[in-house]
């Protein structure tokens, strides 16, 4: 996804509403009921990818830990999507009930408080950028990436996770 269309569905929340409604019909998307042990599996899913990026970046699989990048980031947010009783089968509709449910929404004014410190355009851009790199990562024949962008990719991965973690502390884990 371009800077630009996540800037364009950011900002417009109707463009959101009419994917989500797009990607429910094309089941891509669905709703359910809140499951406590799915979002601890979802966590201890991006936490064991965690592990195994730090497993291969060390034996210069730069391109997997790439992947396992992503993959971290995208089981945190399905953690976060479930606990507002969504479950995704596609990196977009994921993406867009994060937009629509945590960024700058009116929640509770727990939720607010909780939420408001958490993710912004910046996380959000981040979860967008992870997914292009993985695509780049998997789907390129390239294999050369530089360590210190890896690295620096993990360390943000990990704190996406940390973030996700700690939004749910309360309320899961």
Same mark, same amino acid.
């Given at each position: ?70 993959? @971290? ?14 479950? @995704? ?15 700058? *929404?009116?929640?509770? *004014? ?5 939420? @408001? ?29 530089? *360590?210190?962008?890896?690295? *620096? ?21």
């Amino acid at each position: 996804m371009k800077e630009y269309d996540l800037h364009k569905m950011i900002n417009n929340p109707a463009i959101v509403d009419e994917k989500i409604k797009e990607l429910m019909d094309k089941k891509l998307l669905f709703k359910q009921a809140f499951d406590k042990e799915e979002v601890k599996g979802h966590i201890l899913k991006a936490e064991h990818n965690l592990r195994f990026i730090a497993a291969i970046a060390g034996e210069k699989f730069f391109d997997w830990a790439l992947t396992g990048c992503y993959y @971290s980031c995208y089981h945190a947010a399905l953690a976060l999507i479930q606990t507002k009783g969504y479950t @995704s089968k596609n990196h977009l509709a994921t993406l867009c009930v994060i937009i629509k449910e945590f960024y700058k *929404k009116e929640l509770t *004014k727990d939720d607010i408080e909780l939420l @408001s410190n958490f993710i912004d355009y910046e996380d959000i851009l981040f979860y967008v950028e992870t997914k292009n790199k993985r695509e780049d990562a998997t789907y390129s024949t390239k294999t050369l990436f530089e *360590k210190k962008d890896v690295e *620096k990719l993990r360390i943000q991965a990990a704190m996406f996770v940390n973030k996700i973690k700690g939004i749910l502390t309360d309320q899961v884990l």
